[in-house]
T-cell receptor, first 116, second 114 residues
Framework: AQSVTQLGSHVSVSEGALVLLRCNYS??????LFWYVQYPNQGLQLLLK??????LVKGINGFEAEFKKSETSFHLTKPSAHMSDAAEYFC??????????????FGKGTKLSVIP | EAGVVQSPRYKIIEKKQPVAFWCNPI?????LYWYRQNLGQGPELLIR????????DSQLPKDRFSAERLKGVDSTLKIQPAELGDSAVYLC????????????FGPGTRLTVL
């Protein structure tokens, strides 16, 4: 089984400031990594995913993440926070549970607050 | 393209009562997932279907939880009887099932057991 650790259950940034949400994974094989966002009372929406192509992945809403194998990290960044970015963010790793089946293991999430 | 549809959105029941959740996945997605999300936590997989077959139900508490996916499309998750600890958001997701495929999530059903 694989695991994901998100450092910081709650992050606050000022509007216009850099957003950095941290994610570290443990995986015995090259991982596929995902970032999802969840707005209140809604399901999860994909922000971006790493599938072993480019290590710098660009997603929706100006977010990007960099896969660093040596650090087993996949941190999420955005240069300038907007009020609408306030939400909960989940990092996840996809792994094989056998016979060609794959499942996601999620981190515990980081709640992002944006201060005007 | 319609997204994953779930109903009801909210459900409040007394403990020991039964409850059922319904999910309609995205058309053409063979793989369907049920997750439970406790407050302040990430989603945890309960069961995964490949078409009609439950291929991973190791995390499903089988003494009180059951699920079905008739005809490989819609799915129903049932709890009988419900316990206080079952209060959570139940999320349904679907995908084409490959490792790199995106899972698309429904809005979830928020269950409160009193």
């Amino acid at each position: 089984a694989q695991s994901v650790t998100q450092l910081g259950s709650h992050v606050s940034v000022s509007e216009g400031a850099l957003v950095l949400l941290r994610c570290n994974y443990s995986s015995s094989v090259p991982p596929y990594l995902f970032w999802y966002v969840q707005y209140p009372n809604q399901g999860l929406q994909l922000l971006l995913k790493y599938t072993s192509a480019a290590t710098l992945v660009k997603g929706i809403n100006g977010f990007e993440a960099e896969f660093k194998k040596s650090e087993t990290s996949f941190h999420l960044t955005k240069p300038s926070a907007h009020m609408s970015d306030a939400a909960e963010y989940f990092c996840a790793v996809s792994w094989s549970s056998g016979a060609g089946s794959y499942q996601l293991t999620f981190g515990k999430g980081t709640k992002l607050s944006v201060i005007p | 393209e319609a997204g994953v549809v779930q109903s009801p959105r909210y459900k409040i029941i007394e403990k020991k009562q039964p409850v059922a959740f319904w999910c309609n996945p995205i058309s053409g997605h063979n793989t369907l997932y049920w997750y439970r999300q406790n407050l302040g936590q990430g989603p945890e997989l309960l069961i995964r279907y490949e078409n009609e077959e439950a291929v991973d139900d190791s995390q499903l508490p089988k003494d009180r939880f059951s699920a079905e996916r008739l005809k490989g499309v819609d799915s129903t998750l049932k709890i009988q009887p419900a316990e206080l600890g079952d209060s959570a958001v139940y999320l349904c997701a679907s995908s084409r099932g490959l490792a790199t495929d995106t899972q698309y999530f429904g809005p979830g059903t928020r269950l409160t057991v009193l």
